[in-house]
């Protein structure tokens, strides 16, 4: 009964803001796709520049359903090196509130990841953030008023395509380097004006925070001239093999589709077709531009088990659990090197809390200030909201350079 009203709710609520959506954008003027936009179109002579470097830029209006954010805004074209070791030009959007700081300080810089959850390049935040329509419903659009919230504390913001032109889903390697070279690129950003010596933070939530942990977990190595202040992780994909199975079998399990291509086109060593039967490789081809709200609306209910090549190819096969637990901060090496919150609710179906709590003692271990929020109401979808309050104070103290209390 529970999950048939969660599920309800949600088709209610997805039917009502797509309603929402196109109705504010109905006089407003297409947005091209990505593969349809030169701004994106890969430059030449990358190779011996360095990651973080500014390619290209545009002035650009932002909005979150059909209403403009308080921000100077543009698309930052920027070098860095995707999931496969290739030099490349990823997109951020890089966002500057019109009010003044206030605070104590330079204003902050928040480098925001969605949840883009998706091979398609609609997906992208980079996308959502212009309006674009065709992109609904996806997770980066969902998210534009969280972003909201974040410029209405006076930080800058910088939102990367961590997935890259390719639509990396899972590719760890690719979100390190598209996360801190799109922070590299926010700071060298001449018209945004980040202040050298402005704190920075990091916050995502579910496969954004997925990516921010991966990110972390490499910045005292990749770019330790960064200035952290702290981590927000919410509602996070610690454990990406505990979340596809989570989602197997229930409303939304058409999201294994999506979370297989993914891992097909990051790690095409794996040849993760090879463990899908026909139905499942049919499946996998005609998915391979959706977001995850697609999949997950084409195939409600789809077991992974249907679409194994024999038994336990997917639900039990050593093989492709190393695969995935290359996306998993669990099982990646390192720990952030500031005080993190991470925030999640006890009854997460998408997301197991027992990832988080061993993640949580990851980072304890490695000597890092961790808070552990855990929400006793809600579940995954609820949590992001429930959870912004906390993560917002979060980064504020950190910001202000207060000690970070921890439950370790």
Not at 196 to 218: D, K, L, R
Not at 283 to 310: G, H, N, T
Not at 320 to 349: I, N, Q, W
Request: aromatic share 8%.
């Amino acid at each position: 009964m529970r999950v048939a009203r969660i599920a309800a709710l949600r088709a209610t609520v997805s039917g009502v803001v797509f309603a929402l959506v196109a109705a504010c954008a109905g006089g407003a003027t297409a947005v091209p796709l990505p593969e349809q936009d030169s701004f994106y179109a890969q430059p030449e002579g990358l190779a011996d520049l360095a990651d973080g470097t500014v390619l290209s830029s545009r002035v650009i209006e932002t909005e979150s359903f059909g209403q403009p954010l308080p921000a100077d805004a543009w698309q930052v074209q920027y070098k860095t090196i995707d999931n496969h070791g290739a030099p490349r030009a990823y997109v951020a959007t890089v966002l500057v509130p019109h009010r003044e700081w206030a605070g104590d300080g330079p204003r902050p810089l928040l480098s925001y990841q969605v949840a883009e959850d998706g091979v398609g390049a609609r997906c992208a935040p980079s996308y959502a953030l212009r309006g674009g329509i065709d992109g609904v419903p996806s997770g980066a659009y969902a998210e534009t008023g969280m972003i909201r919230f974040a410029l209405q504390q006076g930080w800058a913001l910088v939102v990367p395509d961590y997935q890259g032109p390719g639509s990396d889903l899972f590719g760890a390697d690719g979100y390190v380097h598209g996360v801190l070279d799109g922070i590299r690129a926010a700071r060298a950003f001449a018209p945004a004006a980040v202040d050298p010596a402005a704190p920075i933070g990091m916050w995502g939530y579910s496969g954004g925070a997925q990516a921010t942990a991966i990110a972390a977990q490499a910045h005292a190595t990749y770019a330790p001239e960064l200035r952290l202040s702290g981590v927000v992780l919410g509602g996070i994909v610690a454990d990406l093999e505990a979340t596809m199975s989570g989602f197997s079998g229930g409303i939304a399990g058409g999201a294994v589709v999506v979370g297989l291509a993914g891992l097909d086109r990051s790690y095409p060593e794996a040849d993760v077709a090879q463990y899908l039967n026909e139905s499942g490789r049919g499946m996998l081809a005609a998915s391979r531009a959706d977001c995850v709200p697609d999949a997950a609306l084409a195939y409600p209910f789809l077991d992974a088990a249907a679409l194994e090549a024999w038994p336990g190819s997917i639900t039990n096969n050593a093989e492709l659990s190393t695969v995935v637990r290359k996306a998993s901060p669990l099982f990646r090496p390192g720990a952030p090197a500031v005080p993190v919150l991470l925030h999640h609710a006890v009854a997460d179906e998408f997301a197991p809390i027992g990832a988080a709590r061993a993640l949580a003692g990851k980072y304890c271990a490695a000597g890092i200030p961790v808070q552990l929020v855990e929400n006793s109401v809600g579940e995954h979808g609820t949590e992001a909201m429930l959870g912004m309050p906390a993560a917002l104070n979060y980064l504020a103290d950190r910001f202000a350079a207060k000690p970070a209390a921890s439950t370790c």
